[in-house]
């Protein structure tokens, strides 16, 4: 009976120490009893690393002995053999774990460079598609996507995909501050072919802002216009209504002023329609709004809405367009006839520069409310 429990206690130890080094590769465990798969798929991990991958044969397979039909450890074995250089063994490993089951990430892996190879871009994009929904922020997510967006057939059959709008969509344009040019441009013909509805405005910012880092201006305006609702406005939200006082704005959205010497409060009319409230409260005229704009050589017609403002003070603000901040060059507008709170600028683009900055100035102690910001060209 002694004798009996000691095995069962011995047994039980073993078995849980199995268990943990599943989770924890380099605990305590044990190889060589019939359920010892997860010791030996662990050792097999350590020894691939520490001594290379035919080293690690041995254990993969022990690991197969132990769980026949783990996926895991099919795909293992599949990994050593490929880095040991035996392809046909490799292939039949990973043939049986794809049989197994699809969510194991180096099966996924190896069958998406096996289609990129025979230039499959339809299984490959669906195998890239079935890694990035269980890992979007997968170690290999980039590599993958520039090998199948690098042909124009990679990228139709990947934006078909997209077009389903996975989760994962979100992460290849928010996470490109390190992304090569060509592989940059890559996404954006991506964001076209995918269309609409993929991404919302707030996505395509931090993509947009490395594009106008870079000097595609072009590109970045597509993309904007494409998720962000612009509706071919020169302006985009010259109704202040998507203004946001505490995120960091990027691409084309209006910039604040965040010096403490300066007041911005989103205020809302009886209608709910949103406008700004502004104060410079120290001693010098600042720069209290601006956005970036590319627009083509000549004139244009800028105006402006000052609801709820001593009609005295309205005229505080000066509106300049260039190539930077420069406070010389911006003017006063003058009232539309008519119109109490309606105010108008005739400005000039130069060409100087493909990208202008379009800016509103305040005088201190001058508070006013600013809203329905448009611009036109004159032909």
Request: hydrophobic letters at 40%.
């Amino acid at each position: 009976m002694i004798t009996l429990l000691l095995i069962l206690a011995i047994a039980a130890l073993l078995s849980g120490t199995d268990r943990q080094c599943r989770e924890f590769p380099n605990s305590p465990s044990f190889v060589g009893w019939p359920y010892d798969t997860g010791a030996a798929r662990s050792r097999a991990m350590r020894t691939f690393v520490t001594k290379g991958p035919a080293h690690a044969i041995g254990f993969a397979r022990r690991a197969i002995a132990s769980d026949p039909i783990s996926v895991q450890a099919v795909s293992l074995l599949g990994q050593v053999m490929l880095y040991s250089q035996h392809t046909d063994e490799a292939h039949k490993a990973f043939y049986v774990s794809g049989q197994l089951g699809w969510r194991d990430r180096m099966t996924q892996i190896y069958w998406l460079d096996q289609a990129l190879q025979s230039e499959d871009y339809k299984v490959a994009s669906e195998r890239l598609d079935a890694l990035l929904r269980q890992a979007p922020l997968d170690e290999s997510r980039d590599r993958l996507l520039a090998a199948m967006a690098a042909t124009d057939a990679g990228r139709a059959a990947l934006a078909d995909r997209l077009k389903l709008s996975p989760a994962w969509a979100r992460t290849i344009v928010t996470y490109v501050d390190d992304l090569p040019t060509d592989q940059l441009l890559e996404r954006i013909d991506l964001m076209r072919r995918s269309g609409k509805g993929v991404w919302d405005c707030p996505d395509s910012e931090k993509i947009t802002q490395r594009l106008i880092n870079l000097g595609l201006i072009a590109a970045a305006q597509s993309i904007w216009q494409l998720n962000c609702d612009s509706s071919g406005a020169l302006i985009y939200d010259g109704g202040l209504e998507r203004i946001d006082t505490i995120r960091k704005p990027m691409g084309f959205n209006w910039q604040i002023a965040s010096r403490g010497d300066v007041n911005v409060a989103i205020v809302n009319d009886v209608t709910g329609h949103h406008n700004l409230a502004l104060e410079v409260t120290g001693v010098t005229t600042l720069p209290i709004l601006r956005q970036v704009l590319s627009l083509k050589q000549g004139r244009y017609n800028l105006t402006w809405a000052t609801p709820a403002t001593n009609p005295a003070r309205a005229d505080s603000i000066q509106v300049s367009l260039g190539c930077g901040a420069d406070l010389s060059r911006a003017s006063s507008g003058t009232r539309i006839p008519g119109e109490r709170y309606t105010w108008r600028l005739l400005v000039e683009v130069d060409g100087k520069c493909p990208v202008q900055q379009l800016i509103f100035w305040l005088a201190p102690r001058t508070p006013i409310h600013l809203d329905d910001i448009r611009l036109s060209r004159i032909d």
